[in-house]
Every structure is written in structure tokens, then in C-alpha cells.
């Protein structure tokens, strides 16, 4: 029961990468769900979240018009395109829904 992240790795800058954050155990559509980042020593930054009908859709500044956030609620999956990096944008990423957190997917973005 949970959720589970993935589909990090290393890019250069310009790079993409989509991340997938798959729902088991409980009902994933009947929530938010949300996109985290964290780097060493800061609290966790909310950076993207979409309501439950995929119709609502908020981004943080810094990701804005470069990240994606999109839920697929038949196949309890969600997912964050993440195109455009920079070296700023590395961290580990967690996806948050309903009270389930992941372990993170690392994402590095050097040249």
C-alpha cells in the first residue's frame, strides 16, 4: 500500500526526464496529487499538484511552463514531465497522494 516513484536519473542541462509515481492499496483518484523536491538540508518543496479529475492543475514558479504534472486515475499512475532542466532542478522528487508518501526518485542535471 502506497506509492512508489520513478523514472529518475542523470541528465545534462536542456534535458528531460518524465518521472511516474504509481498508486497501489488505496484509492488514488479520490485525491490530490502532488509533486515534492527536496535537496540536502531544506524542507520539501511543493513544485507541481493536480486535483483528482485531472482538472486543476498548480505549478511553483520555478517549474513553471517547464514541468507537467498529469494523472492517469485508470491505471492509478501519475506522472510529471519535466522538460527543459537545469542544474538547479536536481533533487529528489516525491509524489504525495492522499497520506502515502514515496521513497524519491534522484534526479541529477550537470554537464
Known amino acids: 500500500v502506497g506509492v512508489v516513484e520513478s523514472g529518475g536519473g542523470s541528465v545534462q542541462p536542456g534535458g528531460s526526464l518524465r518521472l511516474s509515481c504509481r498508486a497501489s492499496?488505496?484509492?488514488?483518484?479520490?485525491?490530490?496529487l502532488r509533486w515534492y523536491r527536496q535537496t540536502p538540508g531544506t524542507e520539501p518543496e511543493l513544485i507541481a499538484d493536480?486535483?483528482?479529475?485531472?482538472?486543476?492543475?498548480w505549478y511553483a514558479g520555478s517549474v513553471k511552463g517547464r514541468f507537467t504534472i498529469s494523472r492517469d486515475n485508470s491505471k492509478n499512475m501519475g506522472y510529471l514531465q519535466m522538460d527543459n532542466l537545469m542544474v538547479d532542478d536536481s533533487a529528489i522528487y516525491f509524489c504525495?497522494?492522499?497520506?502515502?508518501w514515496g521513497q524519491g526518485t534522484q534526479v541529477t542535471v550537470s554537464s
Open positions: 492499496g488505496f484509492t488514488f483518484s479520490g485525491g490530490f
Open positions: 493536480i486535483d483528482p479529475a485531472g482538472n486543476e492543475i
Open positions: 504525495n497522494a492522499r497520506s502515502f
